[in-house]
Each structure stands twice: as structure tokens, then as C-alpha cells.
């Protein structure tokens, strides 16, 4: 099968749809780590849909919990995301794969945000999306604002090359940022990741990273590990 060398478990989005009538599903365990601080999806559901070739329908979301030292854990819901991608050029026929991933970001319950499950305020991304292929290699590339309801708005970009090794296995690694739109406040973070392919329709996705610049307090440790379950199809 064609992997994507951006999407889950990377941070970066890509241009790739499931397919017409075909649902990707991701289910895993992602966690944020600070000193003093864990946070953790258990587990995250990420809920693709073909429609066509070039559409793709999403929905994510589901249970988090927060450690703090000195304090018992937190758990409850946290953000929801939902969001369309079309894919208007194609490699084949435009030498590029390039699309558009509009997303909103918000809380079902505010009480996830005092608690400090979710972000504060309802957030929207307008990222563009742009891949290419070099034989075993591939390239993608993201970039767009963010705009919340509470705070500056700001950009979002990421880098991923991936290298396939054999016909199962695919290794990744990524440069992921956001910054305030004058460029100050920045987020960094580099990430590598893995898919492996255990069946036709279950795909091993997994990614560890680290912040290498934050405006927090300290940096943070990154993980993602889970599978990517393949379905449907006409």
C-alpha cells in the first residue's frame, strides 16, 4: 500500500485522502510531558471518510487526563476537532499533490477547560497542504493561520520527509511549529515516526518528539503510538 509520509502519528498534515467510501481510522495513546506535568489522550479517535477521491471528512476527539506534581490526576473530555479536505491538484497530472484542510477546533464541556483538559475558546485553522514523491522518498509541507476566539491569532507550519524501506515500513521525521503572526512566542518541535504495516488494514503509527523551543516553562516530550485501522471501499 501507499503510505503517507505526513498525518498521524506526525503533528504535520498531508494531502492524502482515504479514498471514496474508505474510512482511516486512528486510535492511540498520545501524551504531552513537562516537568511537573503529564498530560494524556487515552485514547485519541481520529475518524477519516472518502467521499470521492479528493474529499476527506474528519472528527476527533475522546478522553484526557492530566497529572500535576502534588495533585491527584485529572480525567474527563477533552477537545473536539472536525474539518474537510480537498485535495485540488494531484501529483499525476500537476507534478504536485496540494490541498486545503480548513479545521475548528472546541470543547463539548467548558468544564474540561477549568480543569485544564482542553484549550480555552473555539480555535480555526486554514492550512494548505503540499506533498511530493521521489522514489522511496517523500516530501510535505504545511502551512497556514490559526485564529481562536480568546488570544492572538497565529501560524502553524511543519516539514516531513519520510524514507520507505521495503513495501511494509515507512520512517519519518519532522520539523512542527507555531508562532504569533509577528513570528515571536514560537513552538518548535522535532518529531520521528514509523508506520508498519501488520495487515492489508491495520497499520502500525507511532512518533516520539521534543519541543526545542516553547514559550512554556519548560520543554516538552511528545509521543504518539497507535494503529491505523483501513476500511470500506466500493
Do not use: C
Not at 474510512?23 to 481520529?46: C, K, M, Q, Y
Not at 473530555?77 to 480537498?86: I, P, Q, R, S, Y
Request: aromatic share 8%; glycine share 14%.
Amino acid at each position: 500500500m501507499m503510505f503517507a509520509q505526513a498525518g498521524p502519528p506526525m503533528i504535520t498534515d498531508d494531502p492524502g485522502t482515504p479514498g471514496n467510501g474508505k474510512w482511516e481510522i486512528n486510535v492511540a495513546v498520545a501524551f504531552e510531558h513537562r516537568s511537573g506535568e503529564t498530560a494524556l489522550d487515552i485514547p485519541t479517535i481520529d475518524l477519516n471518510y472518502g467521499v470521492g477521491e479528493h474529499i476527506q471528512l474528519n472528527l476527533q476527539g475522546g478522553p484526557a487526563a492530566l497529572t500535576r506534581s502534588g495533585h491527584g490526576p485529572i480525567a474527563g473530555l477533552g477537545g473536539t476537532e472536525a474539518a474537510v479536505k480537498w485535495r485540488f491538484l494531484d501529483e499525476d497530472s500537476a507534478g504536485l499533490d496540494v490541498s486545503m484542510y480548513p479545521r475548528i477546533l472546541f470543547n463539548i464541556t467548558e468544564s474540561s477547560v477549568r480543569r485544564g483538559l482542553a484549550e480555552p475558546g473555539t480555535r480555526f485553522q486554514i492550512p494548505f497542504q503540499a506533498a511530493k514523491t521521489f522514489g522511496r522518498f517523500a516530501a510535505d509541507a504545511e502551512f497556514g493561520p490559526l485564529v481562536t476566539t480568546v488570544g492572538r491569532a497565529e501560524w502553524l507550519y511543519g516539514l516531513v520527509g519520510g524514507l520507505k524501506f521495503g513495501e511494509k515500513t515507512m520512517v519519518m521525521a519532522e520539523l512542527h511549529g507555531t508562532s504569533r503572526t509577528n513570528f515571536s512566542r514560537d513552538t518548535l518541535t522535532v518529531n520521528v515516526g514509523l508506520h508498519h504495516e501488520i495487515t492489508e488494514h491495520i497499520i502500525l503509527i507511532t512518533s516520539l518528539g521534543h519541543e526545542l523551543r516553547s514559550p512554556e516553562n519548560s520543554l516538552a516530550l511528545v509521543g504518539y503510538f497507535g494503529v491505523q485501522l483501513a476500511l470500506g471501499g466500493h
